[in-house]
């Protein structure tokens, strides 16, 4: 007697339920024949079973019938999320019967069969006195409107024995008891330490937290000193690389992209590389991080199609910190303002815990702080929150992708925790994200959105009505740079003068009127102008050891003057010429790095350090 073949019925499911699936590609390859190809292993032009009736596939060749031995089922059709399942054939008395899986894997039959695939063997039954016919094996398939998801789970770089596919893996489950993955949703996880990107999907098995994976990748062999080259090592690119495919072939499928590992203002820290690119718009090619110029300069030219992954309702997540020290100080000064009762445009001094004074206002702190999220600068930053103006990575993401962009608030660290059972990355209330949360409902209202893990969504933010707190002569920062080797203060224009650590310290500034132009003087007792860098468009100043007093003025209409004093002498503008050297960026590491450019110095002797139309300038 002949072998009954397995029959195969494929489902789409609508509005108003299932119905046949007339127009799906149907493979089915022998596990011998799959070559080395990615998910999903087989390719459209290897069509093998063709539609012959409500639903039902059968082999377009019946001499190429499977038969007895391990297959690699794949179904596609438009839409619908792809159905790759290992299947073992095996021939029972005439008939064949199918299992899920494939040898050695282990596990129940429902954990080795994906959730939108069922089985049924007809065992040959016995009546009346005769043997019935045996019944072909039939497997149906559900076709399920595609939703995927995009997860990475960093390199444990501080060596702290943490696992982050454990966090990613715990939010698949979340987001699936959640409803936002279903049954026939894929989870593509780049797994950095082995190199694997593991392709899964819900698992027959009732239990929500059980998946199964149908595709493993692995980028190169795990050898030698880590992190390897970007050829090696899974990083940013290849996120973005996958995001792109889908981008490319299932647009809009995409409900969640999101990087579990640490992180800080800069973007997703994968394997802590250093960014030694001197360009502020295009990657080192050895930095396997992500970066805020990723966004706002050259790289999403290689990737054009990544921004159309993401659904309606799709979103980037980043689950790392965002922990500045400096902006958590200013935050928590600002709040002590505000339930004082302070007027959100009066000046006010607040000193930090790392020395630093700054006179400003809650109006100035809400648009300064604004600025990570709305900015579009991409100036390296010296301090961690120092409030210069600088884009964050995800301020620079929101504004490039359009769709939500949730992560940690700026100033804030991510913590550890458990939802159901399932280990999360979480923004936990305790003594320091307390006051900050504070900070951001109190300042930012309705603007501020938080979701179950406390993250929040920079979308909203990006849209927040901002004050404008306009030009304040008085308006400065006085702080400690972080190497420690010199003190800082940055003015109302933005130009910052520095001056040797152990220097006399800057004096308090006084209001002033010289030739008529009202302003405030900025002292820096016994000092002499050094030279002025313009790193970008932002004047810095450098002061040497001197015997007399340096002055920096600025005025109301914009103009910063260099002052001097004698001993026991008046000021006067410092009509002495001082050397202004343009330099180029030239890397960034722990901190930015800097290089006289090739245009060479050039002198003033007019005193105008810095000229900028009066307004808000930070």
């Known amino acids: 007697m002949a072998t009954l073949p397995v029959q195969i019925i494929v489902t789409r499911v609508t509005s108003s339920g299932l119905i046949p699936e007339d127009r799906a590609s149907v493979l089915m390859v022998e596990r011998s024949q799959l070559g080395g190809e990615p ?10 079973h063709a539609h012959k009736g409500n639903g039902l596939y059968t082999a377009i060749d019946p001499a190429q019938e499977p038969g007895p031995g391990e297959w690699l089922l794949g179904v596609f059709a438009e839409s619908k999320s792809p159905v790759v399942q290992r299947l073992t054939l095996a021939d029972v008395n005439g008939v064949l019967r199918a299992t899920p899986g494939w040898a050695k894997e282990t596990g129940t039959e429902d954990e080795r069969t994906a959730a939108t695939v069922s089985i049924a063997n007809f065992n040959q039954a016995k009546g009346g006195g005769s043997t019935l016919p045996a019944q072909n094996t039939q497997i149906t398939v559900r076709g399920i409107d595609i939703k995927q998801a995009v997860f990475v789970a960093s390199n444990d770089w501080e060596h702290t024995g943490t696992d982050f596919r454990q966090f990613a893996e715990g939010r698949r489950n979340l987001l699936f008891k959640r ?19 593991l392709v899964q999907v819900k698992s027959r098995r009732s239990d929500y937290k059980k998946w199964l994976t149908v595709g493993e990748t692995v980028k190169a062999p795990v050898s030698g000193a880590r992190p390897g080259g970007a050829a090696d090592e899974l990083g940013i690119l290849d996120f973005y690389r996958l995001l792109n495919k889908i981008g490319s072939r299932d647009t809009g499928s995409v409900v969640e992209a999101g990087i579990f590992g640490h992180g800080w203002y800069a973007g997703p820290v994968i394997w802590n590389t250093s960014d030694a690119e001197p360009s502020l718009s295009q990657r080192s090619a050895k930095d396997l991080d992500g970066r805020q110029k990723d966004w706002l300069g050259d790289t ?19 689950w790392g910190c965002s922990h500045m020290p400096m902006l958590s100080w200013a935050a928590r000064a600002a709040q002590a303002q505000r339930k004082a009762g ?13 020395g630093g004074v700054e006179r400003t206002s809650l109006d100035f702190q809400k648009r300064n702080i604004a600025q990570y999220i709305v900015s579009r600068m991409l100036r390296p930053m010296f301090r961690d929150g120092d409030q210069s ?6 301020g620079a993401a929101v504004q490039s992708l359009g769709v939500p962009c949730w992560g ?3 100033g804030m660290g991510a913590s550890f925790g458990q939802i159901d059972g399932n280990v999360v990355m979480t923004i936990l209330p305790d003594q320091e994200t307390t006051p900050l949360l504070e900070f951001w409902k109190d300042a930012f209202g309705t603007d501020f ?15 927040a009505t901002l004050p404008n707190p306009g030009w304040q002569t008085e308006r400065y920062f006085r702080y400690p740079e972080i190497l420690n080797t010199v003190i800082a203060l940055r003015v109302a224009s933005g130009l910052e003068v520095f001056r040797p650590l152990g220097s006399p310290d800057f004096l308090e500034p006084t209001a002033e009127t010289f030739a008529s132009v009202a302003g405030h003087l900025y002292v820096a007792p016994k000092g002499k102008p050094a030279r002025v860098e313009l790193r970008g468009a932002t004047p810095y100043l450098f002061v040497d050891p001197g015997t007399n007093d340096l002055g920096v003025f600025v005025r109301t209409d914009g103009v910063v003057m260099l002052m001097t004093r004698p001993p026991g002498g008046a000021w006067a503008v410092d009509t002495s010429s001082v050397s202004r050297v343009s330099m180029d960026f030239n890397g960034f590491a722990s901190n930015p790095k800097w290089k006289p450019s090739a245009t060479g110095a050039t002198t003033f002797t007019n005193g105008v350090l810095h000229i900028v139309a009066p307004g808000y300038v930070w």
């Open 389 to 394: 103006g600088v884009v964050s990575y995800l």
């Open 179 to 197: 409803g936002i993955l279903d049954e026939g949703s894929i989870l593509h996880l780049l797994v950095c330490d082995p190199r694997k990107t």
């Open 449 to 463: 959105v938080q979701d179950l893990e406390g993250y929040c969504d920079y979308n909203v933010l990006l849209k």
């Open 408 to 410: 940690a608030p700026p």
């Open 300 to 318: 999403m030219d290689q990737f054009p199609s990544l921004r159309f992954a993401f659904g309606t309702k799709g979103a980037l997540r980043i």
């Open 342 to 354: 302070t007027a959100a445009s009066t000046l006010y001094t607040a000193k930090y815990l790392n």
């Open 39 to 48: 998910w999903p292993f087989v390719s459209k032009t290897r069509i093998t």
